[in-house]
């Protein structure tokens, strides 16, 4: 079946008992059981099993392309739990251009729990890794595109270096969805969402995903999911559901409306450069082109100083100054001062004059207009 048929259907046969089309929200925490130790369908608690969760488990797998996905209660839940499958004394290779609560974690949980962690630039990431991984290495994580910059990885290559040196790679793919890519088609061995996102798309929940290429993979982070405890509720559950059945649709719209505003930013006198792997300008572009069905709806781009960034930021009237992204509304943020200021002090930190754009589904006209005023 093609990407929009399953998004409504995969693992979602109308309900047994009373014919309903749309997923039961199965609230609640415990099963009668048939016999002592005889489950019915494996349910015996909700922190090990929900139907609705499974539901939402096995309809975003069959997106990312394979049989095994996990469902969290966050995003940053999901990835924790994926670094529990490494010890401490570890060694992961890691972009320096993620979300900087990735950073977060890793530098300010597992670095002093004695996790080693080597960051690469994304322009040279290509060519450092190899010798990054040299001395070793269990895991290598990667965003594309990245968060803030839109940076583009050719996760392909980035497989070939992490197998040959016995690592897994990890790919969170929030930005593209996977409307947009699909990592273990290229490769890779995990691929991590916020659900809160794109999947979500309605600014109405927090969630987290692990999709698995390996079976014998899966069962190892199900028994980290189940014995850490970092589950969505059912109703989180459901409206992530909910939100993969418009999400081709969506995610149409998000691009176009992107690609739109960031020619127009493009020519903007007061906007010094935009970030965004549709224009043939970007670096990545040939990269993001041959490895995703289009380009996405984030973009950032520079403004003349920092007090230019944070005034244009506060001045739209359509596009609202918040966090997150991924939703059907249109959000404008100061990466700095906001979603990535956990990396001041990095050698990746975001640049004081960027500023975030998540696009949403409104008029592009209206949002090309709110710009334009605010730009001054």
Same mark, same amino acid.
């Given at each position: 079946?093609?990407?929009?048929?399953?998004? @409504?259907?995969?693992? $979602?046969?109308?309900?047994?008992?009373?014919?309903?089309?749309?997923?039961? @929200?199965?609230?609640?925490?415990?099963?009668?059981?048939?016999?002592?130790?005889?489950?019915?369908?494996?349910?015996?608690?909700?922190?090990?099993?929900? %139907?609705?969760?499974?539901?939402?488990?096995?309809?975003?797998?069959?997106?990312?392309?394979?049989?095994? &996905?996990?469902?969290? #209660?966050?995003?940053?839940?999901?990835?924790?739990?994926?670094?529990?499958?490494?010890?401490?004394?570890?060694?992961?290779?890691?972009?320096?251009?993620?979300? =900087? #609560?990735?950073?977060?974690?890793?530098?300010?949980?597992?670095? %002093?729990? =004695?996790?080693?962690?080597?960051?690469?630039?994304?322009?040279?990431?290509?060519?450092?890794?190899?010798?990054?991984?040299?001395?070793? !290495?269990?895991?290598?994580?990667?965003?594309?595109?990245?968060?803030? +910059?839109?940076?583009?990885?050719?996760?392909?290559?980035?497989?070939?270096?992490?197998?040959?040196?016995?690592?897994?790679?990890?790919?969170?793919?929030?930005?593209? *969805?996977?409307?947009? $890519?699909?990592?273990?088609?290229?490769?890779?061995?995990?691929?991590?969402?916020?659900?809160?996102?794109?999947?979500? =798309?309605?600014?109405?929940?927090? =969630?987290?995903?692990?999709?698995? !290429?390996?079976?014998?993979?899966?069962?190892?982070?199900?028994?980290? $999911?189940?014995?850490?405890?970092?589950? %969505? &509720?059912?109703?989180?559950?459901?409206?992530?559901?909910?939100? +993969?059945?418009?999400?081709?649709?969506?995610?149409?719209?998000?691009?176009?409306?992107?690609?739109?505003?960031?020619?127009? +930013?493009?020519?903007? %006198?007061?906007?010094?450069?935009?970030?965004?792997? /549709?224009?043939?300008?970007?670096?990545?572009?040939?990269?993001?082109?041959?490895?995703?069905?289009?380009?996405?709806?984030?973009?950032?781009?520079?403004?003349?100083?920092?007090?230019?960034?944070?005034?244009?930021?506060?001045?739209?009237?359509?596009?609202? +100054?918040?966090?997150?992204?991924? #939703?059907?509304?249109?959000?404008?943020?100061?990466?700095?001062?906001?979603?990535?200021?956990?990396?001041?002090?990095?050698?990746? !930190?975001?640049?004081?004059?960027?500023?975030?754009? *998540?696009? /949403? @589904?409104? *008029?592009?006209?209206?949002? @090309? !207009?709110?710009?334009?005023?605010?730009? #001054?």
């Amino acid at each position: 079946m093609d990407f929009q048929t399953r998004a @409504i259907h995969a693992g $979602q046969d109308p309900d047994p008992i009373t014919g309903a089309v749309t997923v039961p @929200i199965y609230q609640t925490s415990t099963y009668a059981q048939d016999g002592v130790g005889k489950p019915r369908g494996g349910f015996d608690y909700s922190r090990s099993a929900n %139907p609705t969760r499974r539901a939402l488990e096995v309809c975003l797998a069959s997106l990312e392309s394979t049989e095994h &996905g996990l469902a969290f #209660g966050s995003g940053m839940a999901a990835t924790t739990t994926v670094m529990h499958l490494l010890s401490p004394g570890a060694h992961v290779v890691s972009l320096g251009d993620v979300y =900087g #609560g990735t950073y977060r974690l890793f530098s300010r949980v597992y670095e %002093p729990k =004695g996790y080693r962690f080597t960051y690469l630039a994304a322009d040279s990431f290509a060519d450092e890794l190899p010798g990054a991984l040299e001395g070793g !290495a269990d895991l290598v994580w990667l965003e594309t595109p990245t968060n803030p +910059l839109l940076n583009i990885v050719d996760i392909a290559a980035a497989a070939e270096a992490a197998h040959a040196a016995g690592a897994l790679l990890a790919v969170d793919n929030t930005f593209a *969805s996977p409307y947009l $890519q699909r990592p273990l088609e290229h490769g890779a061995d995990l691929v991590v969402h916020s659900t809160t996102k794109y999947l979500g =798309g309605h600014s109405d929940l927090v =969630g987290g995903f692990v999709a698995i !290429a390996d079976g014998e993979l899966a069962e190892r982070l199900w028994f980290l $999911q189940n014995s850490l405890g970092g589950v %969505p &509720g059912p109703l989180d559950s459901w409206l992530v559901l909910r939100g +993969l059945k418009t999400l081709a649709v969506r995610m149409r719209a998000h691009c176009d409306n992107a690609a739109r505003i960031a020619e127009f +930013l493009e020519a903007h %006198p007061r906007v010094t450069r935009v970030l965004y792997p /549709g224009l043939a300008s970007h670096p990545g572009h040939e990269i993001a082109a041959r490895q995703m069905d289009g380009f996405g709806g984030m973009l950032s781009f520079l403004a003349e100083s920092e007090a230019e960034a944070v005034r244009v930021a506060e001045s739209t009237e359509i596009w609202a +100054l918040a966090e997150s992204l991924g #939703g059907v509304e249109s959000l404008i943020e100061h990466p700095g001062r906001m979603t990535h200021a956990s990396t001041a002090d990095s050698p990746f !930190a975001a640049p004081s004059e960027l500023i975030r754009l *998540s696009v /949403g @589904i409104e *008029s592009a006209d209206d949002l @090309i !207009a709110d710009l334009e005023r605010a730009l #001054g």
